[in-house]
């Protein structure tokens, strides 16, 4: 399961990722999809911050059908996971896009001074929720006053913050660090624990028992999957970026509309999968990508005004040790300008 990337990055430790990233080319980790490079084409290599999953269903679409070609990409997946900092990957320029599961990754990054910038949200919400269970329901955020609520360590922040949001002392609600698993919450060890809404097959154990508050409807409004390059590369091979956006959005876009073929091509490329358990999640995943907002301005969407008030939230709970960076810094909308004609616009 994707995990949030929320404790403060320093220059230096992600000076020593970047090593530990160069080192990996060897190591047989890396997912390729295309046999051969032609001499024409731009090599993509994409760095994700977790491993592969059905967050990446537009992109293997887009691979499966051609879509990068069509744009003279060639396209590579490089997982991340627990000892692999994919932000470090990108800033050494061990590869050129990146993926991360949450947007405050991003932000930590460069107040930090590495220079990485979002060009497109793939999750237009966040599917982080606190699960709990109807005997002892928590549907908003007062419901927790009083109630142990089980996070991993990365999630402490997020916890933080949505208590922050919602005026609610941190003294009356207890936090309790735990691993990814569901059992804590079935033994009655806490009253909520946090997930993502896109990972079925981790929340079966909670059965018709389940209850639901995502981080975004408690005011936290974190984008998921966003998508980054290097100032650089964005400056050195912006047509190229234009070109990769261009090419993802309409894998995206075929997913919307064939997601049974779509699940298909995630089992193929991930033969691990389980194409059962994909088809209960695709729904879902197709709604975090598109809704009325991407019906009008376009797949991957995003706003100054959102990136703002989580710059604006983190902030406050001082987390950026080397100042809060501009919104300008953190993202730009050059890339989804340049690619509105193209991009799918569904709801």
Known sequence: MPQFNSNGLSRRSLLKSMGAAAGLAGAGS?????????????????????????????????????????????????????????????ASGRANLGQVSS????????????????????YQQHPYTYFSLKEKPITKPEDMI??????????????RALLA????????????????????????????ITGWKTNVKALEILGDQRVDMTLWDAGIKLYANPFY???STLADHGDKVDAMIRAISRGWGFARENPETAVDYL???????????????????????????????????????????????????????????TVDEVMTLSVLEATADTRPKLG
């Open 30 to 90: 890396l997912i390729s999809f295309t046999p051969s490079r032609a001499a024409d084409t731009f090599k993509v290599t994409m760095q994700l911050g977790w491993l592969a999953s059905n967050g990446n269903l537009g992109e293997i679409c887009a691979n499966k059908l051609g879509y990068f070609a069509e744009e003279g990409l060639e396209f590579e997946i490089i997982p991340g996971g627990p000892n692999i900092d994919g932000v470090a990957s990108v």
């Open 146 to 159: 009083g109630k142990k609520i089980g996070t991993q360590a990365t999630g402490r922040i997020l916890f």
């Open 267 to 325: 089992v193929e490329a991930y033969p691990n999968f389980d194409k059962a358990a994909e088809m209960q999640a695709v729904p879902l995943v197709l709604d975090y990508s598109f809704n009325e907002t991407t019906k009008e301005h376009g797949w991957g969407t995003m706003t100054t005004e959102n990136w703002q008030d989580q710059i604006d939230i983190y902030k406050a709970l001082d987390q950026f040790e080397g100042g809060a960076p």
């Open 165 to 192: 949001k919602n005026n609610i002392p941190e003294d009356q609600v207890e936090l309790v660090i735990i691993g990814s698993d569901m059992n804590p919450l079935m033994t009655g060890q806490v009253d909520a």
């Open 103 to 122: 947007s405050p990754s991003l932000m930590l990054a460069r107040a930090a001074g590495i220079p990485v910038k979002c060009i497109a949200a793939g």
């Open 229 to 231: 390059v290097t100032d």
